[in-house]
């Protein structure tokens, strides 16, 4: 088993009445992507803040690099760097002097500070832009420069919070190859997105998180697997709904038949030849079908079998 190199379990965070992240327990493996994938309010950003020491747990135990996330925070700032979902950038100073600010809070002065900034700026590709101020930046370069800053103090660990969000897919592009460089020099990332195909891509390993809880978690093939073949919504007339269950669910590439939403939702083993056999199927006992949905297997249709939820609303 490859070390864990953090580790949360039972988390949970309140604010207030609301219950923003509810008992989650998972571990990070060192030198892996691991996507924290759900959509808006799911905990996303909540759990991420505290992982990074920036908002103090309700209870549970986290630890980072074996350091204790309440007791030996100081141990661990220096192992963790954060890019947050909203830019930490100062607009009137140039990227050059943004970085400086970020690196002298993490105790850099002199040749080294100057090292690092050249360094991150070729890792981000801003290099020839370093004078220019920020607020000069498109959208794409603010969002690598946020990266840059998180990287100023070389951490083992980066946390990034949804980092291509309003972002060109060019740049969005240059972000996955950043990444995935990182990850080749060694680095543990966790990686929090609301886009399955990003977590599809980029994670080894992905949670699925939503109102606080986490669904589920494995590999994205695993995920995937859930979903054998992939599933059909297929709307019929209500009362015909209840008598055809069990001759749908006796077709051969059918997994199982449940009703939701007021329509049948039909786990196949192949959803293409389940598809026909459905259809061959009503139309022999004329059985209108007034609606049908495919959807083929990827985190996102997992993602709504689990929670009967769009990931995007
Ligand atoms: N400072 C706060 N005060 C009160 N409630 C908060 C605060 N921050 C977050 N919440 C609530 O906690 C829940 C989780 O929010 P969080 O920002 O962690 O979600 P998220 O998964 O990052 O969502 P998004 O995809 O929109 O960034 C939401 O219901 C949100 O309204
Ligand atoms: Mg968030």
Redesign the pocket.
Same mark, same amino acid.
């Given at each position: 088993m490859p070390r864990c190199v953090i580790e949360v379990n039972g988390l949970i965070?309140r604010?207030?009445d609301?219950v +923003?992240?509810n008992g989650v327990s998972f571990c990070v493996q060192e030198g892996e992507i691991f996507g924290?994938l759900?959509?808006?309010? +799911?905990?996303?950003? @909540? @759990?991420?803040?505290i992982l990074a020491t920036l908002l103090p747990p309700d209870e549970g135990q986290v630890t980072i690099g074996g350091y204790d996330l309440v007791r030996e925070t100081n141990q661990i700032k220096p192992l963790i760097g954060f890019v947050p979902?909203e830019l930490a950038l100062y607009p009137t100073l140039s990227a050059w002097d943004n970085l400086a600010f970020f690196g002298r809070i993490y105790g850099l002065r002199g040749t080294a500070l100057k090292e690092r900034i050249a360094a991150v700026l070729d890792l981000v590709g801003l290099r020839d832009r370093a004078g220019d101020a920020v607020r000069t930046f498109s959208g794409g370069m603010k969002r690598r420069l946020n990266i840059a800053a998180g990287l100023i103090h070389r951490p083992r660990i980066l946390f990034l919070?949804?980092p291509t969000v309003g972002v060109d897919p060019q740049s969005r592009n240059f972000i996955f190859e950043h990444i995935e460089r990182l990850k080749a020099e060694g680095m543990t990332i966790l990686y929090?997105t609301?886009y399955m195909e990003e977590a599809e891509r980029l994670c080894d390993r992905v949670a699925i998180?939503d109102e606080?809880r986490l669904l589920a978690l494995g590999t994205p093939k695993e995920l995937i697997g859930l979903l054998g073949g992939g599933v059909i919504y297929m709307g019929l007339a209500p009362d015909r709904m209840e008598a055809l269950r069990p001759s749908i669910r006796a077709l051969p590439h059918v997994r199982a038949v449940s009703i939701q939403g007021g329509r049948l939702k039909i786990e196949t083993i192949s959803a293409r030849h389940a598809l026909l056999e459905a259809i061959e199927l009503c139309a022999a006992q004329d059985v209108p079908i007034l609606s049908l949905e495919v959807l083929e297997p990827n985190l996102e249709s997992v993602f709504l079998h689990l929670t009967g939820k769009r990931l995007r609303d």
């Open positions: 965070k604010y207030g609301r +923003a992240v924290l759900g959509p808006n309010g +799911a905990g996303k950003t @909540t @759990t991420l803040s979902q919070d949804e929090t609301h998180m606080g």
